[in-house]
């Protein structure tokens, strides 16, 4: 099994009142169309944006959906995600029919979960984050456990970070980069590095960097930060230059991944790798300077063992600056055969 693939943006549909969830089911089936579904299947995805956005306004009178296309297994599937700040409701209790606390019938997380192949949620007091992933029929088993919330300057049309994923049977290896700046120019930037890194993803991080460093002269640079995983020695190898911040996490706690300063592209210099032993199971966290440093999964109990894509979700909803591109990922370190 070799999967390579990269993200396209978040499209964000707020719910604040009831107009905007026949938006919100409109947008999703635009992305399921992009994605290659049928209608069939394009229908479904429709029915978990409608359910989703009626029971954030429902429980929290107010959030969003984030949604995005992605790669799977064989498959592109479509990502629905509820995004609210509370108050927050008990999972246990939400999930079966007939449960509501708004007075209705409440079939709204059971009818997601029947149409979903992945469903997960969180929520706490400060609100809650309802994940669900669809795949066309007959590919239910094709969802890769990352999360990548890929989100643009409000003002932009295009996001100047990327990001990229690889996977093998025994072997993951991602890049996060922001290029300098924002708009189209930074947006340049991020392409070449992800196509660079993307002919030869599973090349030692070292040489990747000054791989990078050589394609992206000319150009606005950026910073970037690469990553590979080998479950065959546990161990994680990691290089960074400029402001993106690394770490992986278990419950018990976590560690940061060291970058050093620089522009790759413009101030280039040799990189130098890092190597993490014994970092199986750990969550890995990669996300662009859009996003606050000062936060901790410690401080959300339980979920560093939900879906990544919560994660990545969470930590925008609670921790984007709101004044550039903004990019968070997040996967388990764990063999993917």
């Known amino acids: 099994m070799d999967v390579t693939l990269s993200g396209s943006l978040t499209r964000v549909v707020p719910i604040e009142e009831t ?18 579904f049928d209608a069939t299947d394009a229908g479904r995805v429709a029915l978990v944006a409608t359910e989703l956005a009626t029971n954030v306004l429902k429980h929290a009178k107010g959030g969003e959906l984030h949604i995005a296309a992605l790669d799977g297994m064989g498959a592109r599937g479509v990502e629905v995600i509820a995004v609210d700040r509370g108050p927050g409701f008990n999972l246990v209790d939400c999930l079966p029919d007939g449960f509501s606390t708004g007075g209705t019938r409440g ?79 930074a947006h340049e930037a991020a392409r070449v590095a992800v196509g660079t890194w993307l002919a030869e993803p599973m090349e030692d991080p070292v040489t990747l960097m000054g791989a990078l460093a050589q394609a992206m002269q000319g150009g606005r640079g950026g910073a970037v930060a690469l990553a590979r995983f080998d479950a065959r020695t546990a161990g994680l190898r990691y290089a960074g230059i ?71 979700a969470l930590l925008h909803r609670d921790f984007c600056r709101g004044r550039d591109d903004a990019t968070v990922f997040a996967i388990r370190l764990e063999a993917t055969a």
């Open 242 to 312: 400029g402001n993106i911040a690394g770490s992986v996490h278990l419950p018990e706690g976590s560690r940061g991944l060291a970058s050093h300063p620089g522009i790759v592209g413009v101030q280039t210099r040799r990189a130098q790798a890092f190597d993490f032993p014994q970092v199986a199971g750990r969550l890995l966290v990669m996300h662009s300077d859009g996003l606050q440093s000062r936060w901790s999964l410690k401080d959300y109990p339980g979920l560093v063992s939900r879906h990544p894509a919560l994660v990545t």
């Open 107 to 185: 079939e709204g997380l059971g009818a997601v979960k029947r149409q979903s192949d992945v469903m997960d949620m969180y929520a706490d007091p400060r609100g809650a984050i309802v994940l669900a992933r669809l795949y066309p029929k007959g590919f239910g088993k094709a969802d890769i456990r990352f999360g990548a919330s890929h989100h643009a300057l409000h003002s932009e049309e295009v996001s100047g970070d990327g990001w990229a994923l690889a996977l093998d049977d025994q072997r993951i290896a991602a890049i996060v980069v922001d290029g300098l700046g924002h708009g189209e120019a």
């Open 19 to 36: 107009s905007q969830i026949g938006h919100a089911r409109r947008v999703a089936q635009q992305v399921a169309a992009e994605a290659g």
